[in-house]
């Protein structure tokens, strides 16, 4: 071995294990991904969840999305199941049933048809419908896909259910391929009509982004940071749906 | 808390990816500098037109900078959201670079195939502005090349389990026998590839405007009005493969276009008391100043609280498929205030500050094509190399001074490399280039 290539060897097995020591440390601290307040307040309310926890009812919620609302083979990973957790840590009192009905590769239309039928079986106090991804990958007419959301949101609030809308994920990777903005406006535009609380996951990951808190543009394989990614976004939709109802500051104080 | 711009306020805002503009012929004339015999053939001849036409010969150089501009910011547009995307009108006001573009396309191809129609007769015309719809077509499928490139790499490279919803998007590749001959059939155009199969429409039909024009031009005006005013009421569209529909409507974008054929055939001329009254000027500054509030609230929408819901609810959405007429009133506004404020012999647009721009707007086809290959591999290496905001920037400059650097060699190729070539066979070839870029 010559000279030189001792060090190579120490300066590599260095670099190898910095990361490796990083990323221990970020898997023992939680994430730092901040969401600033502007994205996670809304002048929609939800009356029926509020009602539910003052009156320590069961607080039933029913999350109903396509494929980014789990990871594949670590459900239990995914923002549903996190934000199960969260809510059970901060409403101690109140029992959350959480349960979640994917519709893999269905269009707003498509899961419409069901959507009655779903929530006369569950009877949810709160559905969190998340919902565009497909609409926008098919290229639907962004006024169908409006039509779509208005309908089942309108089907949902008629079935006796509070609604939060859960809009596409940020994914600058296919951005080239995807063109979101019109199903981002278009589901504003109903959550405005009808009155209901739109969760902009879209600027929030684009938030996290830009801020630097994950590199969305990775190549990684592994379900490491989308686990992270979806930890974050169930604390910060439990944040959103209790500042929604308006529980907060109550059971703080 | 100035970020999020596109996605901040509802409806209006359009599909980013869209933002894109059109490509034109490169502009009419020839630059005076180097006026070549056949120009002064072409002007004798054009000397008798029933419509009138800008004195031949005489290149308008504002349309060459604003085109220029336009393939800039629609460039940076299609980019990832940057510091430059800050300086992108849309940011400003409810019009952006694409009416620009759509405009100037109409004004110049008028100006020179309406040119051709008179000298050469409707067969000869259209002949031509068919070899130029062929070329723009030939660009489009170049350009779909490149993507299907560049989607191959990404659905092979990226599996982030986070994204495996949106990876469905590559499904299309399974199926290659339909998706590429929808894409031939100009039905299946990947997100930023909507403009030149516009394009590619309008083009289609110049023959038709201009033989309208050239017998009453008012009401080729008129009748462009009216199909725009019943695609609104009846809501036509043209579908698109795999679903959905045109992005560009064309029934609705054709206003534009034919506007600026109509402002190049003359029109331009008879409006001028219009534009130089000062009631025009402050209307026009109202309403630029109107929309910019408007559009504030969308980038801070603290500030939404102080939108009247009724108007709100009038106005949105603004949409950018149909050409709402809210946007193009923004841009007639901003094209007012433009022609008032920079006089066509403007001393600064000869300068070399703004060589650069008028490089760029003179050769649209190349450049725009360019434009969104670099958006693409700006992308990619955003993408693959990573970086922060600085590198987002620098990769704007970078595609920036590229499309300069292109389009200052193209233009070195018609002034000095093909000089070489023989005599006759280069006065024909000018010729034709006319709508080229000579």
């Not at chain 1, 976004?233 to 529980?247: I, P, Q």
């Not at chain 2, 469905?168 to 059939?185: H, W």
């Not at chain 2, 109107?290 to 949105?316: D, G, N």
């Not at chain 2, 990619?380 to 990769?395: D, P, R």
Request: net charge neutral; glycine share 6%.
């Amino acid at each position: 071995m010559r000279p030189g290539s001792g060090t190579v060897l120490v300066l590599a097995l260095l670099a190898g294990l910095a990361p490796a020591g990083l990323a221990r440390a970020q898997d023992a601290a939680p994430q730092a991904c901040e969401v600033p307040p502007y994205l996670l307040s809304t002048e929609s309310t939800l009356p029926k969840v509020a009602e539910a926890v003052k009156n320590a009812r069961p607080l039933t919620v029913l999350v109903v999305g396509s494929r980014s609302s789990t990871i594949l083979s670590s459900e239990n990973s995914a923002y549903p199941a996190r934000l199960q957790a969260a809510l059970k840590e901060k409403l101690p009192s109140t029992p959350i049933n959480l349960s979640v009905e994917l519709h893999t590769g269905k269009t707003a239309e498509e899961v419409d048809a069901g959507l009655v039928k779903l929530v006369e079986a569950k009877r949810p106090t709160l559905v969190i419908w998340q919902t565009g991804t497909v609409d926008a990958m098919r290229s639907v007419d962004p006024d169908d896909f409006r039509g779509a959301v208005d309908e089942g949101v309108a089907a949902l609030q008629n079935a006796g259910a509070d609604v939060v809308l859960v809009n596409l994920q940020y994914s600058p990777r296919t951005e080239t391929m995807i063109s979101a903005p019109p199903y981002l406006d278009n589901m504003r535009v109903v959550a405005q009509q009808h009155n209901v609380p739109l969760f902009d996951r879209f600027a929030i990951m684009r938030h996290w982004n830009d801020a630097g808190d994950f590199d969305l543009f990775s190549t990684f394989h592994g379900t490491d940071m989308a686990k992270r990614v979806h930890a974050c976004l169930g604390r910060a939709l439990s944040k959103f749906v209790l500042d929604a109802a308006r529980l907060d500051q109550a059971q703080q104080n | 808390m100035l970020s999020f711009p596109d996605s901040a306020r509802a409806k209006a805002q359009l599909p980013k990816r869209c933002q894109m503009s059109s490509i034109a012929d490169p502009v009419a004339g020839t630059p005076r500098s180097d006026a070549k015999a056949s120009d002064a053939k072409a002007a004798a001849a054009s000397s008798a037109p029933a419509i009138a036409f800008p004195v031949a010969g005489e290149r308008e150089l504002r349309l060459d900078l604003f085109r220029g501009m336009a393939l800039w910011l629609i460039f940076i547009d299609h980019l990832p959201t940057n510091i430059l995307t800050w300086f992108t009108i849309r940011n400003y006001g409810f019009s952006d670079a694409t009416e620009i573009f759509i405009f100037i396309s109409g004004y110049t191809a008028a100006f020179v195939y309406g040119r051709a129609m008179l000298e050469a007769g409707f067969v000869v015309a259209t002949a031509r502005i068919m070899r130029r719809v062929w070329q723009i077509y030939v660009a489009h499928v170049f350009l779909f090349t490149i993507f299907l490139a560049e989607i191959s790499y990404v659905a092979t490279r990226f599996e982030n389990p986070l994204y495996s919803e949106e990876m469905g998007i590559m499904d299309f590749l399974k199926q290659p026998d339909v998706t590429i001959v929808q894409a031939l059939l100009l039905r299946f155009r990947p997100v930023n590839m909507d403009v030149l199969p516009l394009y590619i429409v309008l083009m289609l039909f110049l023959p038709i405007i201009l033989w309208l024009m050239k017998w009453r031009a008012d009401v080729a005006l008129g009748l462009s009005v009216l199909l725009y005013a019943l695609t609104w009421h009846f809501d036509w569209y043209l579908t698109a493969y795999p679903s959905g529909f045109w992005i560009f409507n064309p029934f609705c974008w054709q206003l534009l276009f034919v506007f600026g054929a109509w402002c190049a055939l003359g029109g331009a001329q008879r409006m001028s008391r219009i534009l130089s009254s000062p009631v025009t000027m402050w209307i026009c500054i109202t309403y630029l100043v109107a929309a910019f509030f408007v559009t504030l609230t969308w980038h801070i929408p603290q500030l939404s609280f102080l939108m009247p819901k009724r108007i709100e609810q009038w106005m949105y959405p603004i949409t950018k498929t149909d050409l709402d007429v809210l946007r193009f009133a923004h841009f007639l506004a901003l094209a007012a205030l433009t022609v008032r404020f920079l006089p066509k012999d403007w001393s600064g647009l000869k300068s070399r500050w703004l060589r650069p721009l008028i490089l760029c707007g003179q050769h649209s086809l190349e450049i725009f094509c360019l434009g969104v290959f670099l958006a693409f591999a700006g992308h990619f290496v955003l993408a693959e190399v990573g970086g922060g905001a600085l590198t987002h920037a620098l990769v704007s400059l970078a595609g920036i001074l590229i499309m300069w650097g292109m389009a200052w060699v193209i233009s070195w190729y018609k002034h000095s490399a093909d000089k070489g070539a023989s005599k006759t066979k280069s006065t024909a070839i000018n010729a034709d280039m006319a709508g080229g870029s000579a």
